[in-house]
Protein backbone atom coordinates (compact mmCIF):
# COMPACT_ATOMS: atom_id res chain seq x y z
CA UNK A 1 0.00 0.00 0.00
CA UNK A 2 0.94 3.54 -0.76
CA UNK A 3 0.34 7.09 0.00
CA UNK A 4 0.09 10.33 -2.62
CA UNK A 5 -1.25 13.54 -0.98
CA UNK A 6 -3.95 14.68 -2.96
CA UNK A 7 -3.13 11.67 -4.96
CA UNK A 8 -0.05 13.88 -6.75
CA UNK A 9 -1.60 15.63 -8.89
CA UNK A 10 -1.12 19.79 -8.39
CA UNK A 11 -2.76 21.25 -11.68
CA UNK A 12 -3.93 18.75 -12.81
CA UNK A 13 -7.62 17.49 -13.34
CA UNK A 14 -9.46 15.04 -11.47
CA UNK A 15 -12.58 13.14 -12.64
CA UNK A 16 -15.05 11.50 -10.28
CA UNK A 17 -18.10 9.34 -11.92
CA UNK A 18 -20.78 7.98 -9.94
CA UNK A 19 -23.68 5.84 -10.94
CA UNK A 20 -25.83 7.93 -8.62
CA UNK A 21 -25.81 11.69 -7.12
CA UNK A 22 -24.28 10.98 -3.74
CA UNK A 23 -21.56 8.12 -4.38
CA UNK A 24 -19.26 10.98 -4.60
CA UNK A 25 -19.79 12.35 -1.54
CA UNK A 26 -19.02 8.77 0.88
CA UNK A 27 -16.36 7.68 -1.20
CA UNK A 28 -14.14 10.47 -2.45
CA UNK A 29 -15.04 13.62 -1.11
CA UNK A 30 -11.76 14.01 0.69
CA UNK A 31 -9.52 13.41 -2.09
CA UNK A 32 -12.21 15.75 -4.17
CA UNK A 33 -10.97 18.74 -1.75
CA UNK A 34 -7.65 17.58 -1.37
CA UNK A 35 -7.00 17.54 -5.32
CA UNK A 36 -8.67 20.97 -5.24
CA UNK A 37 -6.45 22.09 -2.36
CA UNK A 38 -3.34 20.96 -4.08
CA UNK A 39 -4.09 23.02 -7.12
CA UNK A 40 -6.04 21.08 -9.32
CA UNK A 41 -9.19 21.19 -11.40
CA UNK A 42 -11.84 18.75 -10.62
CA UNK A 43 -15.38 17.56 -11.76
CA UNK A 44 -17.76 15.41 -10.81
CA UNK A 45 -19.98 13.56 -12.65
CA UNK A 46 -23.33 11.61 -11.54
CA UNK A 47 -24.82 9.12 -14.32
CA UNK A 48 -28.18 9.11 -12.38
CA UNK A 49 -29.96 11.12 -9.48
CA UNK A 50 -30.16 7.42 -7.16
CA UNK A 51 -34.07 8.41 -7.39
CA UNK A 52 -35.53 5.27 -7.12
CA UNK A 53 -32.88 3.14 -5.20
CA UNK A 54 -31.40 5.83 -2.99
CA UNK A 55 -33.94 8.22 -1.90
CA UNK A 56 -36.16 6.31 0.40
CA UNK A 57 -36.40 9.09 2.54
CA UNK A 58 -37.43 11.24 -0.30
CA UNK A 59 -40.60 9.31 -1.18
CA UNK A 60 -41.62 8.93 2.39
CA UNK A 61 -43.16 12.49 1.49
CA UNK A 62 -47.09 12.76 0.90
CA UNK A 63 -47.40 13.85 -3.32
CA UNK A 64 -43.76 13.20 -4.00
CA UNK A 65 -42.98 12.94 -7.38
CA UNK A 66 -40.09 11.80 -9.52
CA UNK A 67 -38.75 15.03 -11.16
CA UNK A 68 -38.52 16.80 -7.30
CA UNK A 69 -36.97 13.90 -6.40
CA UNK A 70 -34.09 14.55 -8.99
CA UNK A 71 -34.42 18.43 -8.40
CA UNK A 72 -33.77 17.44 -4.80
CA UNK A 73 -31.06 15.29 -4.99
CA UNK A 74 -29.56 17.92 -7.92
CA UNK A 75 -29.30 20.55 -5.61
CA UNK A 76 -27.77 18.18 -2.76
CA UNK A 77 -24.86 17.30 -5.11
CA UNK A 78 -24.49 20.62 -6.50
CA UNK A 79 -23.85 22.08 -3.00
CA UNK A 80 -21.75 19.09 -1.89
CA UNK A 81 -19.77 20.01 -4.60
CA UNK A 82 -19.40 23.50 -3.84
CA UNK A 83 -18.12 22.19 -0.20
CA UNK A 84 -15.27 20.96 -2.16
CA UNK A 85 -14.60 22.95 -4.99
CA UNK A 86 -15.48 20.92 -7.51
CA UNK A 87 -18.10 21.20 -10.84
CA UNK A 88 -21.05 19.30 -10.45
CA UNK A 89 -23.18 17.35 -13.43
CA UNK A 90 -25.53 14.86 -13.86
CA UNK A 91 -27.12 12.55 -16.54
CA UNK A 92 -30.44 11.71 -15.53
CA UNK A 93 -30.22 8.16 -17.53
CA UNK A 94 -32.51 6.79 -14.56
CA UNK A 95 -31.29 4.13 -11.54
CA UNK A 96 -32.47 0.68 -10.43
CA UNK A 97 -31.34 -0.16 -13.07
CA UNK A 98 -28.76 1.84 -14.74
CA UNK A 99 -29.04 1.03 -18.59
CA UNK A 100 -27.31 2.71 -21.48
CA UNK A 101 -26.44 2.74 -24.69
CA UNK A 102 -23.40 3.79 -27.18
CA UNK A 103 -24.81 7.12 -27.23
CA UNK A 104 -24.41 7.42 -23.42
CA UNK A 105 -21.01 5.87 -23.21
CA UNK A 106 -20.30 8.47 -25.87
CA UNK A 107 -21.15 11.36 -24.19
CA UNK A 108 -19.29 10.33 -21.31
CA UNK A 109 -15.91 9.76 -23.18
CA UNK A 110 -17.02 13.26 -25.03
CA UNK A 111 -16.85 14.92 -22.03
CA UNK A 112 -13.40 13.21 -21.14
CA UNK A 113 -12.01 14.63 -24.51
CA UNK A 114 -12.94 17.74 -23.43
CA UNK A 115 -12.03 17.89 -19.78
CA UNK A 116 -9.01 15.76 -20.67
CA UNK A 117 -8.77 13.98 -16.63
CA UNK A 118 -5.31 13.10 -15.40
CA UNK A 119 -7.14 11.38 -12.90
CA UNK A 120 -10.01 9.19 -13.03
CA UNK A 121 -11.96 7.32 -9.91
CA UNK A 122 -15.23 5.64 -10.03
CA UNK A 123 -16.69 2.56 -8.83
CA UNK A 124 -15.47 -1.31 -8.54
CA UNK A 125 -16.74 -3.53 -11.28
CA UNK A 126 -18.60 -6.10 -8.71
CA UNK A 127 -20.78 -5.28 -6.11
CA UNK A 128 -23.12 -7.73 -5.39
CA UNK A 129 -26.19 -4.93 -3.56
CA UNK A 130 -26.19 -2.60 -5.90
CA UNK A 131 -27.04 -3.39 -9.97
CA UNK A 132 -25.79 -0.02 -10.98
CA UNK A 133 -22.38 0.50 -9.41
CA UNK A 134 -20.55 -1.95 -11.79
CA UNK A 135 -22.56 -0.47 -14.70
CA UNK A 136 -21.16 2.61 -13.94
CA UNK A 137 -17.76 0.82 -13.77
CA UNK A 138 -18.35 -0.47 -17.32
CA UNK A 139 -19.32 2.85 -18.78
CA UNK A 140 -16.18 4.65 -17.67
CA UNK A 141 -13.39 1.36 -18.92
CA UNK A 142 -15.26 2.10 -21.96
CA UNK A 143 -15.07 5.59 -22.36
CA UNK A 144 -11.52 6.05 -21.27
CA UNK A 145 -10.50 3.24 -23.50
CA UNK A 146 -12.28 5.50 -26.42
CA UNK A 147 -10.47 8.40 -25.69
CA UNK A 148 -6.74 6.99 -25.61
CA UNK A 149 -7.08 3.67 -27.13
CA UNK A 150 -4.17 2.57 -29.67
CA UNK A 151 -5.16 3.67 -32.89
CA UNK A 152 -7.47 6.53 -32.14
CA UNK A 153 -5.69 9.55 -32.19
CA UNK A 154 -5.06 8.72 -36.32
CA UNK A 155 -8.26 9.97 -36.67
CA UNK A 156 -10.13 11.15 -33.69
CA UNK A 157 -9.97 13.94 -30.90
CA UNK A 158 -8.22 12.14 -27.78
CA UNK A 159 -7.06 13.05 -24.51
CA UNK A 160 -3.88 11.65 -22.61
CA UNK A 161 -4.33 8.47 -20.64
CA UNK A 162 -4.87 8.69 -17.09
CA UNK A 163 -4.73 7.57 -13.68
CA UNK A 164 -7.65 5.04 -13.26
CA UNK A 165 -8.46 3.96 -10.04
CA UNK A 166 -11.12 3.18 -8.08
CA UNK A 167 -13.03 3.95 -4.73
CA UNK A 168 -13.99 1.90 -1.88
CA UNK A 169 -17.58 0.31 -2.09
CA UNK A 170 -19.57 0.13 0.73
CA UNK A 171 -18.41 -3.68 2.00
CA UNK A 172 -15.01 -3.56 0.00
CA UNK A 173 -14.52 -7.34 1.05
CA UNK A 174 -17.57 -8.32 -1.16
CA UNK A 175 -16.67 -6.20 -4.40
CA UNK A 176 -13.30 -7.11 -4.96
CA UNK A 177 -11.80 -4.12 -3.53
CA UNK A 178 -8.01 -4.16 -2.10
CA UNK A 179 -6.77 -0.86 -1.48
CA UNK A 180 -3.45 0.30 -2.84
CA UNK A 181 -3.76 4.06 -2.37
CA UNK A 182 -4.83 5.82 0.15
CA UNK A 183 -5.36 9.68 0.62
CA UNK A 184 -4.75 12.06 3.83
CA UNK A 185 -7.86 13.73 3.84
CA UNK A 186 -6.96 15.13 7.52
CA UNK A 187 -6.52 18.83 6.37
CA UNK A 188 -9.81 18.85 4.05
CA UNK A 189 -11.94 16.50 6.30
CA UNK A 190 -14.62 19.28 7.78
CA UNK A 191 -14.63 19.86 3.96
CA UNK A 192 -15.81 16.45 3.57
CA UNK A 193 -18.42 16.25 6.44
CA UNK A 194 -20.15 19.58 5.00
CA UNK A 195 -20.39 17.85 1.85
CA UNK A 196 -22.37 14.46 3.94
CA UNK A 197 -24.37 16.85 5.59
CA UNK A 198 -25.97 18.37 2.10
CA UNK A 199 -27.13 14.30 1.54
CA UNK A 200 -30.11 14.87 3.68
CA UNK A 201 -31.87 11.78 1.68
CA UNK A 202 -29.12 9.55 3.00
CA UNK A 203 -28.42 11.22 6.09
CA UNK A 204 -28.05 7.96 7.65
CA UNK A 205 -24.76 7.01 5.80
CA UNK A 206 -23.17 10.18 7.52
CA UNK A 207 -22.06 8.53 10.50
CA UNK A 208 -20.67 5.17 8.36
CA UNK A 209 -18.24 7.42 6.48
CA UNK A 210 -17.19 9.73 9.02
CA UNK A 211 -16.20 6.45 11.04
CA UNK A 212 -14.70 4.55 8.13
CA UNK A 213 -12.43 7.85 7.41
CA UNK A 214 -11.08 7.64 10.75
CA UNK A 215 -10.20 3.71 10.14
CA UNK A 216 -8.67 4.30 7.30
CA UNK A 217 -6.64 7.20 9.05
CA UNK A 218 -5.47 4.60 11.36
CA UNK A 219 -4.53 2.52 8.44
CA UNK A 220 -2.85 5.40 6.57
CA UNK A 221 -0.78 6.29 9.69
CA UNK A 222 0.47 2.89 10.39
CA UNK A 223 1.51 2.70 6.61
CA UNK A 224 3.61 5.84 6.95
CA UNK A 225 4.43 6.00 10.56
CA UNK A 226 3.03 9.86 9.66
CA UNK A 227 0.89 10.25 13.33
CA UNK A 228 -0.75 13.62 12.06
CA UNK A 229 -2.41 11.85 9.61
CA UNK A 230 -6.28 11.34 11.00
CA UNK A 231 -8.58 10.85 8.19
CA UNK A 232 -7.91 9.09 4.62
CA UNK A 233 -9.80 7.62 1.90
CA UNK A 234 -8.87 4.38 0.12
CA UNK A 235 -8.44 3.44 -3.44
CA UNK A 236 -7.51 0.32 -5.78
CA UNK A 237 -5.50 1.38 -8.91
CA UNK A 238 -6.48 -0.30 -11.94
CA UNK A 239 -3.24 0.68 -14.04
CA UNK A 240 0.48 1.23 -12.59
CA UNK A 241 1.62 4.37 -11.91
CA UNK A 242 4.91 4.79 -13.83
CA UNK A 243 7.82 6.83 -11.57
CA UNK A 244 11.16 8.42 -11.95
CA UNK A 245 12.48 5.40 -9.19
CA UNK A 246 11.26 3.99 -6.70
Not at 46 to 61: F, I, M, N
Not at 76 to 92: K, T, V
Not at 224 to 237: L, P
Amino acid sequence: MTTIPALDRSAGRLLVVGAHSADFVWRAAGAVAAFVQAGGEAKVVALTYGERGESGVLWQEEGQTEENVKKIRHGEAERASQHLGASFEAFDLGDYPLVNDHSDIERLAELMRDFAPTVVLTHPDQDPFNPDHPVAYQMVQKARLMTSGAGVESGFKTAPPSEFLVFEPHQPELCGFVPSVFVDITSVFEQKKAAMAEMKAQAYLQTYYAERAEHRGNHARKVTGNKEIRQAEAFMRLVPNVVASL
